[in-house]
C-alpha cells in the first residue's frame, strides 16, 4: 500500500514539473515589453569557436531599457541578425526563462498609454 502511494505521488509531482517546463518554454503566458531601437547601445556578439553557443545564431546584442504594458521599467537584452531601424518601436514577446521569443515593430500610436508617458 505504502508503495503505490509513493509511486502515485511520484508520478503527480513528475507530472506537475513536465506541465511547468511546458508552461514555461512553449506557454502562452507572454509578457510584453516595449523599447525604441538605439544602435549605439549594441554589442557585437563573437564566435565561440566551434562551443556550442545557445544565440540563436545572432549577430548583435541590443541592452535596451523596456517599458512593461503598465509603464514598469526594466532592461532587456535580445538577439538580432541586424542592426534594425534607429529610434523605432518594438514590442517584445517574453516568456519566463527563455526571455524575448520575437518582436515586432510598432507605430509610436500603437503603444500603451502608459508606455507613451514614458517615451515623453
Known amino acids: 500500500m505504502i508503495k503505490r502511494i509513493v509511486i502515485f505521488s511520484a508520478a503527480i509531482a513528475a507530472a506537475v ?31 565561440r569557436k566551434g562551443i556550442i553557443d545557445f544565440n ?7 541592452t535596451l531599457t523596456a517599458y ?30 527563455r526571455g524575448v521569443v520575437e518582436w515586432e515593430e510598432v507605430r509610436e500610436e500603437e503603444l500603451p498609454e502608459a508606455v507613451k508617458d514614458c517615451y515623453k
Open 56 to 62: 540563436g545564431g545572432m549577430d548583435l546584442l541590443y
Open 68 to 97: 512593461s504594458e503598465k509603464g514598469e521599467k526594466t532592461e532587456i537584452s535580445f538577439g538580432t541578425t541586424r542592426h534594425l531601424r534607429e529610434g523605432a518601436f518594438l514590442r517584445l514577446s517574453v516568456l519566463p526563462i
Open 17 to 47: 514539473i513536465l506541465f511547468a517546463c511546458r508552461q514555461c518554454f512553449f506557454g502562452d503566458n507572454y509578457s510584453y515589453f516595449y523599447v525604441r531601437i538605439d544602435n549605439s547601445k549594441t554589442e557585437v556578439l563573437q564566435s
